[in-house]
């Protein structure tokens, strides 16, 4: 997906669920011989099994405690991100899906309030300020904010893509200075 358009999704339907939605029912393990885009297609089928056909670019996952919990599987926020999920609000995540989920593109925010989002509700975030504006209820959340560096690579679309943009950016320095030129 294009950055900028990474960037503007801020605003999104929320797709509710309760604790300890593990890595199995995101990414379930049967189908973890095929490409990330196939495996996808089965995200949450177990607890929702129309799910991909109704997420659309830009909605939210809203979990409650121990969100990502089980295996290491990056596959998990992965199949979240082809989705065209943004935003994952719970009260808690696994601690390795929280650093998956940064890495692949994804950014999971913790919310005491996450329980007084409905299904379908329209909200709104500011990561940045560590902000969700329930749109439908018309009330605020807090999170905390998410830290720039962070930021920078969700908006890259992931660690790889912020890695790759430094490469290139340093590589482009390093030809212009080094003394052989």
């Known amino acids: 997906m294009n950055r900028n358009v990474l960037e503007n999704l801020k605003k999104g339907r929320a797709f509710v669920y309760g604790d300890d939605i593990n890595t199995d029912i995101l990414a379930p393990g049967a189908y973890l011989k095929y490409s990330p885009e196939e495996m996808s297609k089965h995200c949450l089928e177990s607890i929702d099994p129309d799910f991909v056909n109704k997420v659309k670019p830009g909605d939210i996952v809203v979990g409650g405690k121990n969100f990502g919990v089980g295996s290491s599987r990056e596959q998990a926020a992965a199949s979240l991100v082809i989705l065209g999920v943004r935003y994952v609000i719970a009260k808690s995540f696994a601690r390795i899906f929280y650093r998956n989920a940064f890495n692949l593109g994804l950014t999971p ?57 430094k490469i290139n950016t340093n590589s482009i320095k390093t030809l212009r200075f080094r003394k052989d030129n």
């Open 109 to 165: 925010l913790i919310c005491r309030d996450y329980s007084k989002i409905r299904p379908l509700d329209i909200l709104e975030i500011n990561p940045k300020e560590g902000s969700i504006i329930n749109l439908t209820q018309k009330s605020v959340y807090n999170t905390d904010s998410v830290p720039e560096h962070l930021l920078k690579i969700v908006n890259a679309g992931g660690l790889l893509e912020e890695l790759k943009n």
